[in-house]
């Protein structure tokens, strides 16, 4: 059958010759990537001179992509009168298989003019950044071009002018909300705090009091759970635009994930590339961050710092010179920033994984006598500092507020009606169905734990199969300054899979991310809160 | 027929589970980067957590190779219970189609830490270079990966010992050949200059004097011809390492493809992403160079270095900087080392592209009256420098023997019999089969000619199809320095294809590449030769 096959597309090959090919959907998932696949034999191929990771360019009907050129030998896959496309270019390009396109050797992106005189070590202006931002959004980069890019950029490569331009530029490659609202409100944490589920209380609060805060989230990239995975417990995160806009209407916040709004889209692109580096460079937190939430039409931010011997940020000054940075570009940008520097020495709250946070989230909630007290006066401190934007509130003021809300169950039946309008999903903190396969990690001695790994346990929690899996995770029993005995459990991981409890038993035996010592070794904070 | 297919590959999967998975060859070509293809269906997909561009390990019989995830939807590619590999990859796992697999996410490469210090700014020792470059050579950095790499070493952020670490790790990532011979002689040009076939001279010279001159080249890259595309017009030039080692000794030289002799295979990999990138910077062009020489058992090596204005060396504090680093980490190497800084200013000879600069070398061996003087006497000058390494040979008496041994003729029977030894193509300089679509390139006005410019005539030459169209090319009828009247011809295009001269010809229009002017114009070049 396969040499038929063959033979019947040679046949086909030697009519073609107009330059065209027809499109066809390869059903191949190259992530952000676009992948072009064309026949060995293809006349196109042979006449223009491509060679494989040649960078190409598809158009049709005035519409056009960028991908990279894979070179295919298998008639069975593609006949040489056909341009395949993986899934992602086969979206971008938007149009039905079948249809007649036509395929060139890709010019250089304009931009990359400026992106040699930044690697000769150059500054840049706001239009260079604007021509490599928008040619990055609209995917004319190649993960390689892309890396060069964020290399290029990461240190102290740029100045604080330079990340200005950079968040601008990023602002303006994407659509901007406008919510019509003079306070629009958010909040936000620079992560690598497990657990630390904040946002879920602190929207209802805030919420309740009156502020518009259309919050959206991301899922978990390299943590164990993001704020969209933890809520997706409870409801529907994955909202069009307009139901979201709705729902914000109405109750005047919301818990969403942002993942489809084409906010700063070239930082969606760049991640691709900066997460497989660990890459996470002042600079590009600072326009990562500052460019989705103007994007998202926000007016006033709070933004949560931890810092920590495992948080992202290790010391006082490395925290107070990324707030200079947040706070100059927050400025030229005219949103009202107000920076908090938080404990990161641990993880907040009891779970880690979207199950067991969101049991942590609910019980806050509920006033439960069990809910963690991190979690519950983290969220109100927080909140607190959201109402003092409003004009009426004294410095000061705000966590009473907080409080009052949370404590009069207003913050409850508020995150229920966003529950309910969002799409409710079956949820009982009190009845949870967690994985049941368990380790518990034990005390070897007595002592007082002086330290708790942020990284390890993270790491514990997504080898045992969070996010993916949502009732996986890692439950702490004991937090920084608690006493222990020999034998005490100091947290259960739970798994769904015998291989995921295989790969957590691995890393707790490696290192459980435990340190007992004396009660003098518990590390200070000298942090807000 | 597609929904059979599907219906059958979805039985196949059920019986699976025990994590093999059956070998397939996809015959997709995606350059140096390893793919593996894997259907979404697929049991070991599922389980193990793998997405799109993860990174893995295939492994069996105690083989394994790093591979880049793609992810089929399609049952017609592959089925459920198969692993699809792209052609470098199926290669570099050297097992036949149908054999059992394994596949596992691919821990980290080791030396990522090191990669990681060298991006916060620090200063690498010897063994983080030996960890990042064999990790490399085997294939274990993803291109991001590489392309961080190559960008945070590339302007000044390696100390001169660094560079001698690099070119030292990248020796010792390859095989090195040893010719037991105490003087192994090599010369090197950094490129840039278009023609300059100085090589293909200078071997049967040298070689006709004794020294022992196993020279092999490169193909081009970005340039119309390399000398092993020049060479390969008058005889095989792929040759395995036996029959190289066994022309060698017969006749003290050779002019070969040194592509597959796995010399400084590091090398070739960073290649994939420096090209696109067109970095070029000086601590990875002398790794590069050296590396590769030392591989090559070379002992004493002369080095050109030509400046000009469309040269890659501009200035001569730029190439003075150059030569400094090259002596440097060459001491560090024991090699011996002799540079000449020399003219850059235009191209080396008449002919641009594989036939016409065949042509160049032959005339200037047969002591044609029509033979380019630029690339006779450049040849001769080089070749009395190496054969000055000779300790019985005083400084200044080599340009006078080389002279002699190319007009007895010497040279000439010396390459002929290097021909012969590799496999003679029929070629006659005088009955040249060129290019026979052609582009006379005319000056619009009297003047003299004072500048040529390097880039935009191997820009010509690429688009009339060199070196892929060996009889392809550019031929110049003007220098630097002559004469000319309205109407005279410059240069002539040659192309074979229709389409390949119309690139040449827009090319041209756009820039033909010479300035016209005074003879006070003609830039000086203050070089040795």
Redesign the interface.
């Known amino acids: 059958m396969a040499s038929g096959l063959a033979t019947a597309h040679h046949n086909a090959c030697s009519s073609a010759g107009d330059g065209h090919l027809s499109l066809r959907r ?8 676009n ?1 072009a ?1 064309m026949h ?1 034999d293809c006349e196109v191929y042979r ?3 491509f ?3 040649s960078k190409v360019e598809v158009r049709t009907n005035g519409r056009s992509i960028m991908a990279t050129l ?5 008639g ?2 593609l006949t040489c009168n056909e341009l395949g496309l ?2 992602a270019a086969f979206e971008q390009l938007g149009v039905p298989a079948g249809q007649l396109v036509t395929i060139s050797q890709a010019d250089p992106p304009q931009s990359i003019q400026a992106l ?1 005189r930044k ?3 150059e500054r840049l202006e706001m239009r260079d950044f604007q021509g490599i931002i928008s040619d990055i959004a609209a995917h004319r980069y ?4 892309m ?2 890019f964020v ?2 950029t ?2 102290d490569e740029l100045d604080r002018e330079e990340v200005y331009y950079l968040t601008q530029a990023m602002i303006e490659a994407g659509r901007r909300l406008d919510w019509k609202e003079h306070v629009v409100v958010d909040k936000h944490c620079i992560g690598g705090i497990p657990g630390n589920r904040t946002s879920m209380l602190v929207v209802p609060i805030v919420a309740a009091y009156g502020m518009v805060f259309p919050k959206t989230s991301s899922r978990a990239i390299t943590s164990p759970s993001g704020t969209a995975d933890t809520m997706e417990v409870l409801a529907k995160v994955e909202l069009s635009f307009e139901q979201m806009t709705r729902i914000v209407r109405e109750h005047h916040g919301c818990l969403t994930w942002g993942g489809t709004a084409q906010l700063s889209p070239a930082d969606d692109v760049l991640i ?2 900066e997460r ?4 996470d460079s002042p600079a590009q937190m600072v326009a990562s961050i500052l460019s989705k939430k103007v994007s998202a039409g926000s007016t006033h931010l709070v933004l949560d710092i931890p810092i920590g011997p495992t948080a992202k940020v290790r010391s006082m000054p490395e925290a107070q010179r990324l707030r200079r940075l947040f706070e100059y570009v927050a400025g030229r940008l005219k949103l009202s920033l107000d920076i908090v520097i938080t404990d990161g020495r641990q993880p907040i709250g009891n779970g880690i994984g979207p199950l067991l946070e969101a049991r942590d989230v609910m019980r806050v909630l509920e006033n439960d006598p069990t809910a963690p007290m991190d979690l519950r006066q983290k969220s109100l401190r927080l909140a607190g500092r959201l109402i003092e934007f409003s004009p009426d509130v004294r410095g000061g003021d705000g966590y009473a507020i907080a409080r009052d809300i949370l404590d009069s169950g207003r913050a409850l039946a508020k995150m229920k009606d966003i529950i309910r309008a969002q799409g409710a999903h079956p949820f009982d903190p009190n009845q949870l169905s967690l994985g049941a396969l368990t380790i518990d990690v034990i005390a070897d001695r007595a002592g007082v734990v002086c330290g708790i790994d942020n990284l390890q346990l993270a790491h514990i929690a997504r080898f045992a ?1 969070a996010p ?1 899996v949502p009732s996986a995770g890692v439950n702490l029993f004991k937090k920084l300054g608690d006493e222990v005995q020999a034998g005490d459990v100091l947290y259960r991981v739970h798994a769904n ?1 015998p ?1 995921d409890l295989q790969f957590a038993r691995q890393a707790c035996d490696k290192a459980n991310g435990y340190t007992l010592g004396q009660a003098s070794d518990v590390p200070h904070a000298f942090v807000e809160f």
């Open positions: 390869m059903r191949i998932d190259t992530y952000h990537e992948v696949y060995r006449t223009e001179g060679k494989a990771l894979n070179v295919v030998d298998n069975e896959f993986s899934n040699h690697l000769a070590g190649s993960k390689i071009e890396t060069a290399v290029a990461h240190r691709s590339v497989p580096l660990s890459l199969g993916k899979y291989s």
